[in-house]
T-cell receptor, first 115, second 111 residues
Framework: EDKVVQSPLSLVVHEGDTVTLNCSYE??????LLWYKQEKKAPTFLFML????IEKKSGRLSSILDKKELFSILNITATQTGDSAIYLC???????????????FGKGTLLTVNP | KAGVTQTPRYLIKTRGQQVTLSCSPI?????VSWYQQTPGQGLQFLFE???????NKGNFPGRFSGRQFSNSRSEMNVSTLELGDSALYLC??????????FGPGTRLTVL
């Protein structure tokens, strides 16, 4: 069974701090890893990673994938209160039938940024 | 471009009843996936539909079913509701199946 584990489960920091969120996975026939931010309701897409060692960056957020060690990290620098959210990691892998792909989500990391 | 829409946004049902949730994907997206999100289990995959066919299925009992129409709109049905079915049900649409765009969800409470 495909498994995605995120750590820590929750984190409280002060504005201006830098945080690193972790996502490790065990899946068969990996295709991509995705990061989402969920504030109130719908998760919103952040990054999709398919290749090892290539950093994806968007403003203060960045992410990198290690396909050998089977993990990814999401970094947020100079955190702001608006970064408070649940950060979800999902891995896309081939399903057992071999013909299609599905996403498996981790349980998320709840980040709270205090002023 | 309008986003993914889900109706209703909130539902309260009692045990044993059944419920139907609706999802309209982003225009042009043919893949619709459904997820159940609870505080304890996180986001769990229910099923995915593509061009009116169920393409993937998660590990949920047969009480959970779905369908997709020719206009890509999808419905999810849960029969014989149980207390443990109380959750946020999220629908996500995608063009190719990987980058998914989520709707606001339907909050289902089973009493």
């Amino acid at each position: 069974e495909d498994k995605v584990v995120q750590s820590p489960l929750s984190l409280v920091v002060h504005e201006g701090d830098t945080v690193t969120l972790n996502c490790s996975y065990e899946v068969t026939n990996f295709r991509s890893l995705l990061w989402y931010k969920q504030e109130k309701k719908a998760p919103t897409f952040l990054f999709m990673l398919t290749s090892s060692g290539i950093e994806k960056k968007s403003g203060r957020l960045s992410s990198i994938l290690d396909k050998k060690e089977l993990f990814s990290i999401l970094n947020i620098t100079a955190t702001q209160t608006g970064d408070s959210a649940i950060y979800l990691c999902a891995v896309e892998a081939q399903n057992s039938g071999g013909s299609n792909y599905k996403l498996t989500f981790g349980k998320g990391t709840l980040l709270t940024v205090n002023p | 471009k309008a986003g993914v829409t889900q109706t209703p946004r909130y539902l309260i049902k009692t045990r044993g009843q059944q419920v139907t949730l609706s999802c309209s994907p982003i225009s042009g997206h043919r893949s619709v996936s459904w997820y159940q999100q609870t505080p304890g289990q996180g986001l769990q995959f229910l099923f995915e539909y593509f061009s009116e066919t169920q393409r993937n299925k998660g590990n949920f009992p047969g009480r959970f079913s779905g369908r997709q129409f020719s206009n890509s709109r999808s419905e999810m049905n849960v029969s014989t509701l149980e207390l443990g079915d109380s959750a946020l049900y999220l629908c996500a649409s995608s063009f190719l199946g990987n980058e998914q765009f989520f709707g606001p969800g339907t909050r289902l409470t089973v009493l």
